[in-house]
């Protein structure tokens, strides 16, 4: 198995179906807050049938390859983008699925993992993509709260300029898809952008924040 073909092939797919958007003379406001002049939209791919098995294929395969799934008791989906990919992977791998929400609801059980969920239970996390990493370690301490275990974390796309410390800081591993090296050399490749363009992106990406 040829991981940086996984890669190149979802960037390809990311591009095909316009989850990946360019504008660097105005630049997208993240959910960080940070100003960026690229934007990915994994939201996109629920829509496109025959991409979205293609991507969901691709990630068990990898998974598998990466993870000792016998170690994994659940695989968990973030509110609200990583729930449907953790639902379409715990069916992959035969795994049973709990999602957890951004903050405890406000009524009934005050609940923030949704599903039943043991203790000392191992848990994977599935999200879409990861930018700073802040809202995984929320997710993360939510599992730890009701007595589960988390070291793993899965996401379609990793932006991997702002996030690496985190993880390594609160002890996750961090498995993704594909990025945006493999992004950008098809955009080279396809002469998708112009050449300032490009360059412009490639400035910000290399940013260490």
């Not at 990898?62 to 990919?85: M, S, V």
């Not at 002469?191 to 363009?197: A, Q, V």
Request: hydrophobic letters at 35%.
């Amino acid at each position: 198995m040829n991981l940086d073909n996984f890669k190149n092939k979802t960037a390809k797919i990311l591009l095909k179906i316009k989850a990946i958007n360019f504008r660097p003379n105005r630049p997208f406001k993240l959910t960080s807050g940070k100003l960026s002049p690229v934007y990915v939209d994994c939201r996109k791919i629920i829509s496109h049938l025959k991409e979205r098995r293609s991507i969901i294929n691709m990630s068990s395969k990898l998974l598998r390859k990466k993870i000792n799934l016998k170690k994994i008791d659940y695989i968990a989906g973030g509110e609200t983008a990583g729930i449907p990919y953790a639902s379409w992977i715990s069916e992959k791998l035969n795994k049973p699925m709990i999602y957890i929400r951004k903050k405890p609801k406000g009524f009934g059980k005050l609940s923030q993992i949704e599903g039943e969920i043991k203790n000392k239970s191992r848990v994977l996390l599935i999200e879409d993509l990861s930018t700073d990493g802040k809202s995984k370690i929320n997710f993360c301490n939510a599992v730890k709260k009701a007595g589960g275990e988390i070291k793993d974390i899965f996401v379609i796309f990793n932006y991997g300029i702002y996030s690496n410390a985190i993880f390594r800081k609160n002890k996750l591993n961090l498995h993704f898809l594909t990025n945006w090296k493999f992004v950008i050399k098809n955009l080279k490749k396809n002469k998708s952008l112009e050449n300032k363009e490009i360059l412009k992106i490639e400035k910000f990406l290399s940013k260490k924040n």
